[in-house]
């Protein structure tokens, strides 16, 4: 574990992203040597010491096997009294036409709920790496009574691209910073402007006239990160809902902007963020583990054999217990 840790990156002393790293990162393939089988020493729930044999599979099969074929957003109501949003992923924001598929779907949603007054609110957004911060910002509309803001300032520790564009795979796509335009944040040059037409983020937001009045119940893990963990900490910021399950990985900051570069001497294909997001959130608390629930629900092991969803199966029992 200790040598495996080595090769992990996370933001923070974050135990929850670590265990969602070990569950999707094929460690013994990349890290000690391709094989057909693997002899395996653990200790089972009885501290008892057992081996096992697992067989060797290529990387495109654990790939197959761990992409999720689920959709990005799913919507579902358990009774007039329960309704539940599962957000598996913001990417569908990144394009306009999907982007307004998401949105139909969040308005009809949010209609159905005004329009039948259900009392409770399940938002399920573990495992969501992230995405656009437009379809973060188009769900928190709804879940908040007053205007918001969404980043504090985009920054970058580099005063110019000139020197070093050219390495990534796709120059075009990354500009030239404009050092008039910026203001030096914690080293980082940072465009913070509040009246920019051109981008929406700096701009403040208001929240839907229809927004949810009800009860909400927000599920997390450590897969939350990015644009989730900015979407978290919206919710922290403006006290709204109440956090069930496992610490989050991101945060109300995140590295983004991730590009694929070749390094020029070694030629490693490599993929680096080249710009820090910060969310306008004032009065938001940091903790290098992350954003902690409000009450931690742990997983058991045999749930992963059983695929039994203990987090959301304890909510809904509270929820139909304090009718």
């Known amino acids: 574990?200790?040598?495996?840790?080595?090769?992990?990156?996370?933001?923070?002393?974050?135990?929850?992203?670590?265990?969602?790293?070990?569950?999707?990162?094929?460690?013994?393939?990349?890290?000690?040597?391709?094989?057909?089988?693997?002899?395996i020493e653990y200790l089972d729930h009885n501290d008892h010491k057992q081996k096992m044999i697992f067989m060797g599979i290529t990387f495109a099969t654990h790939t197959n096997n761990i992409s999720a074929r689920t959709e990005h957003l799913t919507t579902e109501f358990k009774s007039e009294n329960v309704a539940i949003l599962k957000f598996h992923s913001f990417e569908n924001g990144y394009n306009e036409s999907d982007r307004k598929v998401a949105e139909k779907k969040i308005d009809q949603f949010f209609?159905?709920?005004?329009?039948?007054?259900?009392?409770?609110?399940?938002?399920?957004?573990?495992?969501?790496?992230?995405?656009?911060?437009?379809?973060?910002?188009?769900?928190?509309s709804y879940l908040t009574n007053k205007p918001y803001y969404y980043f504090d300032y985009i920054g970058a520790k580099?005063?110019?691209?000139?020197?070093?564009k050219h390495y990534a795979q796709n120059p075009n796509n990354i500009e030239e910073i404009n050092l008039s335009e910026t203001k030096l944040i914690n080293g980082l040059n940072c465009y913070t402007e509040?009246?920019?037409?051109?981008?929406?983020?700096?701009?403040?937001?208001?929240?839907?006239?229809?927004?949810?009045?009800g009860k909400i119940s927000i599920l997390i893990n450590g897969g939350c990160f990015s644009t989730t963990g900015h979407f978290l900490a919206l919710l922290r910021e403006y006290k709204i809902g109440t956090f069930y399950g496992e610490y989050s990985?991101?945060?109300?900051?995140?590295?983004?902007?991730?590009?694929?570069?070749?390094?020029?001497y070694s030629k490693t294909f490599v993929w680096m963020p080249f710009l820090q997001?910060?969310?306008?959130?004032?009065?938001?608390?940091?903790?290098?583990?992350?954003?902690?629930?409000?009450?931690?629900?742990?997983?058991?092991?045999?749930?992963?054999?059983?695929?039994?969803d203990r987090q959301m199966d304890y909510l809904i029992k509270q929820?139909?217990?304090n009718k």
Not at 111 to 140: C, H, W
């Open 158 to 164: 580099y005063n110019s691209v000139k020197n070093w």
């Open 111 to 140: 209609a159905q709920l005004d329009s039948i007054k259900t009392n409770n609110l399940i938002i399920d957004v573990r495992d969501n790496g992230g995405g656009a911060p437009e379809m973060a910002s188009y769900l928190f």
């Open 319 to 321: 929820i139909e217990q």
């Open 277 to 308: 997001f910060k969310m306008r959130t004032p009065n938001f608390i940091s903790d290098p583990k992350g954003i902690k629930p409000d009450i931690e629900l742990q997983i058991e092991p045999n749930d992963l054999k059983t695929k039994f």
């Open 249 to 264: 990985q991101g945060s109300n900051y995140s590295n983004s902007g991730i590009l694929e570069f070749v390094l020029p």
């Open 194 to 213: 509040r009246d920019s037409t051109d981008y929406w983020w700096f701009e403040q937001q208001q929240n839907k006239p229809n927004y949810y009045k």
């Open 1 to 39: 574990m200790n040598e495996i840790k080595q090769y992990i990156h996370l933001e923070g002393r974050n135990e929850t992203g670590l265990n969602t790293r070990f569950k999707n990162f094929p460690f013994y393939y990349f890290i000690f040597k391709q094989t057909d089988k693997f002899e």
